[in-house]
Nanobody, 114 residues
């Protein structure tokens, strides 16, 4: 059974930082391209960042220079370091595994507000 479990979300003030984690089980993690997506209320789910199994990364223009995706294959974990957070970053953040069968986590809420 495939599971992707996100953690690390919460409430943070504008300009603050959070680190999201996603632990995967039931897949050969090192074979998967991993990604983070987000969905704000009333909006479609959008790509935030991806990292291939070789470590190549891709970011949405809106987060370039502020967010960093990384992975630890030994821990079956992908991370999203989010700095200089803005209110428009408020969303539910979802972890994705692309094998290429798509798997999704349940999401973790990130709220950026003063």
């Amino acid at each position: 059974q495939v599971q992707l479990v996100e953690s690390g979300g919460g409430l943070v003030q504008p300009g603050g930082s959070l680190r999201l984690s996603c632990v995967a089980s039931g897949i050969i993690f090192s074979w998967a391209s991993m990604g983070w997506y987000r969905q704000a209320p009333g909006k479609q789910r959008e790509l935030v960042a991806t990292i291939t199994r070789r470590g190549s990364t891709n970011y949405a223009d809106s987060v370039k220079g502020r967010f960093t995706i990384s992975r630890d294959n030994g821990k079956n974990t992908v991370y999203l370091q989010m700095n200089s957070l803005k209110p428009e970053d408020t969303a539910v953040y979802y972890c994705n595994a692309d094998l290429p069968t798509q798997y999704w986590g349940q999401g973790t809420q990130v709220t950026v507000s003063s």
